[in-house]
């Protein structure tokens, strides 16, 4: 092959490769990412750590507020001292038996802190008995006033120095003179009386004896009881107003007006009970005095009367 053949070829150009573009496709978006992935790490650690701070605190909180606040609530009581074992017991062995615990122990354990609180040391009222029901319960009595002394009554004071001694019931008092004068006694153990006056339904006495009704368990609910007993002495509808009530030496003393009438008018006594306790009597002794108001200018003995009272060394 000739030279310039050769040479022709390998000079020739290489024919030229153009590439096309394609279709043009629009550009693909990024991936989002969450918010929490965008931030550091620390920061999320310093985050969670607050929370875990915060949420640990309040249960803290709520647990102390339970606790403290339990006593002081209605019927709370706040938790006592544990008292600590006196000595403490070595294991039982098969040749000893426990001991019983000696009385220092039990004395010291009744005297712990974590005792319960004593009783008041006010006493108790004692329930009434169905007989102080049952005279309350007597639209001719009505309940007992509040303690109130008794005041001075009409009339002139009757002096005299004479004295009454009843044995029978263990008390002494006046002996008064004219126009009071004594009279037969049943059922009592001493009576004394004023003359029955004009247009009177009733007499005047004062009268001692053993309290003719059942004791009760305070002296003050006897008195009461003693002072309805008293209307079976007074004009057949008679009802009780209190007028005074108080505590005397041993005993109780109740005054009272008795209302009642006769033949149609209105009319009234005033009375008074006094039961006193007497050391050595089976029962309590009673003073009773009444004075109707038609010798009102009286009623100042029934002072002299209830003052009088002292205690004398029954039979």
Same mark, same amino acid.
């Given at each position: 092959m000739p030279t310039y053949v050769v040479a022709e070829a390998e000079t020739s150009e290489l024919p030229k490769i153009v590439v096309e573009p394609g279709p043009k496709h629009p550009p693909v978006s990024p991936v989002k990412r969450s918010r929490i992935g965008d931030l550091p790490m620390r920061v999320i650690y310093r985050f969670l750590a607050v929370t875990v701070a915060v949420v640990v605190a309040a249960v803290a909180a709520?647990?102390?507020?339970?606790?403290?606040?339990?006593s002081d609530r209605p019927g709370g009581e706040a938790p006592g001292p544990i008292a600590a074992p006196s000595a403490a017991t070595p294991p039982p062995g098969p040749s000893s038996s426990p001991e019983?615990?000696?009385?220092?122990?039990?004395?010291?354990?009744?005297?712990?802190?974590s005792a319960a609180p004593t009783a008041s040391a006010t006493p108790a009222t004692p329930p009434r008995s169905a007989a102080v029901l049952a005279a309350l319960a007597d639209p001719r009595v009505p309940e007992l006033p509040d303690d109130k002394r008794l005041g001075r009554l009409p009339g002139k004071p009757h002096a005299t120095k004479r004295r009454i001694r009843d044995t029978r019931s263990g008390v002494s008092l006046v002996r008064f003179g004219k126009p009071w004068k004594g009279y037969g006694t049943a059922?009592?153990?001493?009576?004394?009386?004023?003359?029955k006056a004009r247009g009177a339904a009733t007499r005047a006495m004062l009268v001692s004896c053993p309290v003719p009704i059942n004791v009760q368990e305070t002296v003050k609910?006897?008195?009461?009881?003693?002072?309805?007993?008293?209307?079976?002495?007074?004009?057949?509808?008679g009802k009780i107003t209190w007028t005074a009530s108080q505590p005397i030496k041993d005993g109780?003393?109740?005054? $009272?007006?008795?209302? $009642?009438?006769?033949?149609?008018?209105?009319?009234r006594s005033m009375a008074a009970v006094a039961v006193k306790e007497i050391p050595g009597a089976a029962k309590p002794a009673l003073v009773f005095v009444t004075i109707p108001d038609a010798q009102r200018s009286r009623w100042r003995d029934i002072n002299t009367a209830i003052s009088s009272i002292s205690t004398v060394k029954p039979e």
């Open positions: 709520v647990i102390g507020f339970m606790s403290s606040g339990s019983p615990p000696s009385a220092s122990s039990s004395a010291s354990a009744s005297a712990s802190p059922p009592f153990a001493t009576k004394q009386v004023l003359p609910d006897t008195a009461l009881l003693a002072a309805r007993w008293t209307l079976n002495h007074h004009p057949r509808g109780w003393m109740l005054a $009272y007006q008795v209302r $009642y009438k006769v033949k149609g008018k209105s009319r």
